[in-house]
């Protein structure tokens, strides 16, 4: 009797141990693997394109990312986040369509607890101070401005024929992304500011918008050609894509290249590197996608445990506890292998 009751007592344990077993192991393989939902503004943007396949280089068995296009409208990427969240993810990124427009990104996250990190479009200061867990990835982008200016002004203080028609001012025109988009506001401003502080004389012919996108701004520079012919000297344009935009038009429209001007971008995109190194556009200023793909993805694993960014205080620079900027970098013939093989 005493040893079927020992008998009975081990298989009860036995039982139990197994149970406790396979319960741990399942808890343990949904806890350890990391679910972080992406939603970007618009799939065809080349350099957030590119920065989301730096991103999906982190998946693995224990990471899985599910990427979202809210093709240009807020209200399918508010349909996205809250899509994701039924589906469990751990964290949210967001790439704001309408960066003055998080309220039901913010709302929908907060009311499931949630994490947020947005990037590349930054949101206004009082919106991410809505929610402890709300933060910012991408760059300061005033920076890239003045290092464009810097760029121009020392293409337009070493090489004078530059200044074409030698009046000692430099006609430049302004491609421009998204109206109301902190990079296009702020990198114009700035690197015009720095083009002047640095003692360059500078003539604004005309400036155009073309939201980011190359085909809108080979449109633009075809006009601009067409209005000020060879007079132009300058292009300062706010990313590399519409850069390439106005070498598309000069292009097409066969201006010998003695009579092109000099262009300048931003981002460093595959295809911006390829025109600097082919002599087409003569600087860009690096957006690292690869530092903030990284930087997004170190955020979002330690907040998916509970921890705090300020675990990341030793790789990055925290701003109010909230943001992490990652530098820009020039970009000439000089240095352009660097960045080509990256
Ligand atoms: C900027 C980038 C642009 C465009 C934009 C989209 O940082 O320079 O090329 O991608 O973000 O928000």
Known sequence: MKKVYVSLLLAICLLTVALAGCGKQTVNKNESKLKIGVTVYDQYDTFVGQLVDCFLTF????????????????????????????DGVDVICVNLVDRTDPTAVIDAARKSDVPVIFF?????EGDIGRWNKLFYVGANAEESGVMEGELAAWACLTKKDIDKNGDGVIQYVVLEGEAGHQDAIVRTEASVNTLKK???????????????????????ATQFIEDYGYNIELVLSNNDDMALGAIDAYEAKAVPR????????????????????????????????????????????????GGSIE?????????????????????????IIKYLSR
Do not use: H
């Not at 939201?211 to 080979?218: E, G, K, L, V, Y």
């Not at 009579?259 to 995109?269: A, L, S, Y």
């Not at 990055?316 to 943001?323: F, H, K």
């Open 120 to 124: 590349n479009r930054e949101l206004v």
């Open 198 to 220: 640095q003692g360059i004389e500078i003539d604004k012919l005309g400036y155009a918008i073309a939201n980011w996108n190359r085909a809108q701004a080979q449109t633009k």
């Open 59 to 86: 998946q693995s068995e224990d990471v899985e990312i599910a990427i979202y296009n809210a093709a240009q409208s807020q209200q399918i990427q508010n349909s996205q986040v809250k899509k994701m969240i039924e």
């Open 311 to 335: 675990e990341l205080s030793d790789r990055y620079t925290i701003e109010n506890g909230r943001y992490i900027r990652l530098p820009y970098e020039k970009v000439t013939s000089s240095n």
């Open 258 to 305: 003695n009579k092109w001007p000099v262009i300048f971008g931003i981002d460093g995109t595959n295809v911006g590197l390829e025109a600097v190194r082919d002599d087409k556009m003569l600087g860009t200023v690096y957006n690292d996608k690869e530092g903030q793909a990284t930087a997004m993805f170190e955020l979002a694993s330690v907040l998916a445990r």
